[in-house]
């Protein structure tokens, strides 16, 4: 009996799992998951092993692996896990299963869970009472459920990622590789494109809401990786966030309105995702700015034409430890850079660089 249920609880807990991952269309604030410890178990090992690796770029490609390889780990979890749920089942009601010139046992139980599951249909295990026979129709119709659920997921996931990262690589050539809330401004001010930055915000604004939707529903998607290793949601989002404090900071009377609410959004974003990832603001760690690049941040902008005037920055600081705790701890987690406020010296955004070295 004991195994009996031992064997429903687990068809009936991935299940649930499945549901709650793929088809729940919101964040699960249940604090104990299958799915949840899967991730912390897998990552932490692989983050660490990868993260001996000193060359930058090979890194990040090495953790661009995990994202894809943990999900379709997690969906082979869950059809091996239901594999082995209906066995124990079918063991605990008293092995009703037969194969001719066998024995039975939960050998032929979970062989006949497993052909039964994956619809192989080789009929060489006969059930030979009517609890075997519904057991195995149940399970049946699961295995095609579940490989349907499957073949719809993946095309969601991939989706999402893609749109994410649209954006992201149209920011290349707006604010660097990597991007910068400086570099940002310094050439929107240079084309004299500044009436233009009310629409960029908004835009932003609407992809830092699609973000939280889709990594809410999906947390999967954080450990997507960009293509290229200077760019990232987090570096972009982040960088968002630097311009849009910048402007409600030192440039009242331009873009202010719609930098709020960018801002909000986006702060909203990064807040909600780290109570996901279970990383709480990094609220010691050292400033992104410090005095100095606080002063060379400045003179950039004066030298594009731009006069802030958060002299201080005062009104910078505050708005910048409403965000960059939580930014700060969901980069250490992830192990992804982020962005810097304003860089020094000459660098080459992605699309002028080739594999060929040339310009």
Not at 71 to 77: A, D, K, M, P, R
Not at 210 to 219: A, D, G, K, V
Not at 280 to 289: G, I, T
Request: hydrophobic share 45%; with cysteine.
């Amino acid at each position: 009996m004991l195994i009996l249920i031992l064997g429903c609880v687990l068809v009936l807990t991935v299940l649930w799992e499945a549901f709650e991952t793929i088809i729940l269309p919101r964040r699960v604030r249940r604090r104990f998951r299958l799915t949840r410890v899967y991730y912390r178990v897998s990552w932490w090992p692989f983050r660490g092993a990868v993260g001996r690796i000193h060359d930058r770029r090979r890194r990040d490609a090495w953790l661009g692996f995990f994202g894809p390889l943990s999900l379709l780990g997690l969906l082979t979890l869950w059809a091996l896990a239901l594999v082995v749920g209906f066995g124990l089942i079918h063991y605990g009601a008293g092995s009703h299963l037969r194969i001719e010139g066998e024995p039975a046992g939960v050998g032929i139980d979970l062989y006949a869970s497993g052909t039964t599951f994956f619809t192989l249909g080789l009929g060489d295990a006969a059930p030979s009472t009517w609890l075997a026979r519904a057991l195995m129709v149940l399970e049946a119709g699961l295995g095609f459920g579940f490989l349907a659920i499957v073949i719809g997921y993946l095309p969601v996931i991939y989706q999402a990622f893609s749109r994410r990262e649209v954006f992201i690589s149209m920011l290349d050539a707006r604010a660097g590789s990597p991007p910068n809330a400086a570099e940002l401004l310094r050439r929107h001010a240079q084309d004299h494109t500044l009436e233009q930055l009310d629409a960029l915000l908004r835009d932003w604004e609407h992809w830092s809401a699609e973000l939280l939707e889709s990594h809410l529903s999906y947390p999967v998607l954080a450990y997507f990786r960009s293509q290229h290793d200077n760019q990232s949601w987090l570096g972009a989002l982040t960088t968002i966030l630097d311009t849009s404090a910048l402007v409600m900071a030192g440039f009242r009377g331009r873009s202010f309105t719609q930098a709020r609410l960018t801002f909000a959004m986006a702060r909203h974003t990064v807040v909600d995702l780290s109570q996901v990832f279970n990383t709480k603001p990094n609220l010691e760690s050292e400033a992104r700015l410090s005095d100095a690049d606080l002063v060379r941040l400045h003179d950039a902008l004066r030298a594009s034409g731009l006069e802030p005037d958060d002299k201080d920055g005062q009104r910078l600081a505050r708005l910048r430890r409403l965000y960059e705790p939580y930014v700060m701890a969901l980069a250490e987690h992830l192990r992804m850079e982020l962005p810097p406020w304003i860089v020094t010296g000459s660098q080459k955004d992605n699309w002028q660089t080739t594999a060929w070295g040339g310009d």
